[in-house]
Antibody, heavy 118, light 107 residues
Framework: QLQLQESGPGLVRPSETLSLTCSVS??????????WGWIRQPPGKGLEWLGS???????YSNASLKSRISMSIDTSKNHFSFNLTSVTTADTATYYC??????????WGQGTLVAVSS | DIQMTQSPSSLYASIGDRVTISCRAS??????LAWYQQKPGKAPKRLVF???GLQTGVPSRFSGSGSGTEFILTISSLQPEDFTTYYC?????????FGQGTRVEMK
């Protein structure tokens, strides 16, 4: 069954760029039925949908992040990526990658905790 | 953005109790709603899709109802493993938005 795994640094300095990659196994990124996206959860708080990218590279992002977010997809490597620029301590969270479907988000990666600290 | 108002934010219940959690959308979303269960330190797990569809492998004590702006997740007989946090998600319009979460605690 489809599995997703986030990877990236666990610590990012304020004002720098947070970069994460999601590797997908037992499935392909090329289906037009899905998009591939990111959700985060600050410690002890709720879930926030950040954005998603289609197999063709079209992106849909949460305006709350303004222009700080970018996403890309590499179907040949079966992974997709996420960048968040100019991070602050408010961006400290567990970041999840997931498949976005017409029936919601499913499945999810296990999540990776990213701390923003000097 | 579509706001999802989830209630209650927490509740206390006992094993065997019937529990209901509500989500209200700020505008109609048809049945583009899913419910998730999240245990500490774990990724959320989908319980219900399309407002009423039960995810494969999820016990039948979980059920979803509603359409438009009002949705309910029901746990018919609470089990020990059900004491955790639940979220609704609307995926009708970008940005997708979650409810604030409901924490189910043991009385």
């Amino acid at each position: 069954q489809l599995q997703l795994q986030e990877s990236g640094p666990g610590l990012v300095r304020p004002s720098e760029t947070l970069s994460l990659t999601c590797s997908v196994s037992s499935g392909s990124l090329t289906s037009a039925q899905y998009t591939w996206g990111w959700i985060r959860q600050p410690p002890g708080k709720g879930l926030e949908w950040l954005g998603s990218v289609s197999y063709s590279g079209s992106t849909y992002s949460n305006a709350s992040l303004k222009s700080r977010i970018s996403m890309s997809i590499d179907t040949s490597k079966n992974h997709f990526s996420f960048n968040l620029t100019s991070v602050t301590t408010a961006d400290t969270a567990t970041y999840y990658c997931a498949r976005m479907t017409t029936l919601g988000v499913h499945p999810w990666g296990q999540g990776t905790l990213v701390a923003v600290s000097s | 953005d579509i706001q999802m108002t989830q209630s209650p934010s927490s509740l206390y219940a006992s094993i065997g109790d019937r529990v209901t959690i509500s989500c209200r959308a700020s505008q109609g979303i048809g049945t583009d709603l899913a419910w998730y269960q999240q245990k500490p330190g774990k990724a959320p797990k989908r319980l219900v899709f399309a407002a009423t569809g039960l995810q494969t492998g999820v016990p039948s004590r979980f059920s979803g109802s509603g359409s438009g702006t009002e949705f309910i997740l029901t746990i018919s007989s609470l089990q020990p493993e059900d004491f955790t946090t639940y979220y609704c998600l609307q995926h009708n319009a970008y940005p997708w938005t979650f409810g604030q979460g409901t924490r189910v605690e043991m009385k």
